[in-house]
């Protein structure tokens, strides 16, 4: 069996999917990878700021609430103050955090790195991802394979692909890392 890499490189963070007031519906909030901090006494507020992608309205995110800057690095710290890009972009790929802040999580843009499959020996693929995404680990496979639907489908229902998590192949999707077997036609 041939092993086999692909990774996943993100292009852009996902985008947050929240009701903006001012176009009175949900729209895409894409992450301005600047953060806004507040200190009030003692404790510091510390927000990543989102902007609408149809009207520009500002949404912040909340980090850290209240906390006392002691507990936080000082290089952290810094970051925050200069707006690190490497920590903005941790904070904006950080899916559990976008929905904890009551947003739902958008696509982001990605590109699939890694050889195509002939398809001439079974393989041993591993998708690999450096943040959990939404993304369908079904639609890697179609796009990169450049599968139908069906042609997908037949390949599960007959075996020949196959997710060693044991997941749902047709739902599952993106966590660190995906292994699965292909066989050879
Ligand atoms: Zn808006």
Redesign the pocket.
């Known amino acids: 069996m041939q092993k086999l890499t692909w990774d996943i490189q993100y292009l852009s963070p996902p985008p947050a999917i929240k009701y903006?007031?001012?176009?009175g519906?949900k729209?895409e909030h894409l992450c301005s990878g600047l953060f806004r901090i507040n200190a009030q006494r003692k404790y510091l507020d510390i927000w990543l700021i989102y902007k609408?992608?149809?009207?520009?309205?500002t949404w912040n995110m909340t980090i850290y609430s209240r906390i006392n800057p002691k507990s936080i690095a000082p290089e952290m710290l810094e970051g925050f103050y200069s707006n690190n890009g490497a920590l903005a972009k941790r904070y904006a790929m950080d899916t559990e955090l976008i929905r904890n802040n009551g947003a739902e999580v958008g696509f982001p843009k990605y590109k699939i790195l890694g050889a195509n499959i002939n398809f001439n020996t079974p393989i041993e693929l591993h998708i690999k991802s450096s943040y959990p995404s939404r993304l369908k680990v079904s639609s890697l496979l179609r796009e990169k394979m450049n599968l139908s639907q069906t042609a997908f489908e037949q390949m599960i229902i007959s075996g020949s692909i196959r997710i060693t998590s044991g997941l749902d192949l047709k739902k599952c999707r993106l966590q660190a890392d995906a292994i699965l077997i292909i066989d050879s036609l």
Not at 52 to 57: I, P, R, T
């Open positions: 903006c007031k001012k176009c519906k729209t609408c992608s149809d009207c520009d309205s």
